[in-house]
């Protein structure tokens, strides 16, 4: 099932931006999409009374533009999500994705829209 995210800031937000959830992510150049496969998007809640049990989700991001990619792909097992930032321009159709990675790193991007699988 798919669902349009219409406020991404607000979902990541409400996740505690996935802290500590393993990540993995594919470029697909010619249709402009970018997908980040996540391995439990309330990770961020593990040991806590509201957290709901584990949930992979899978995310889409459409018209992806300006891929900025700085971490050890040799560490990429061992590296999980540290936090996730959507800045949006008020005059603009795109946000920005900026994904701070633990033990080191980043991901950002610009987008138009994000779907969830």
Sequence with gaps: MHTHIKDPAAFFLALGGMHDARFHVRV????????IDVDDIYTSFLDLPVYP???NS????FDVENICLDFAVEDSINCRIYDI???????????TLIMSISPGGQLAFDFSTV???
């Design 28 to 35: 697909n150049q010619s249709d402009e999409t970018l997908m």
């Design 53 to 55: 049990g584990k949930q």
């Design 58 to 61: 899978t995310f889409t991001f």
């Design 85 to 95: 930032t959507i800045k949006s321009e008020k005059d603009s159709c795109r946000d």
């Design 115 to 117: 779907r969830r699988d």
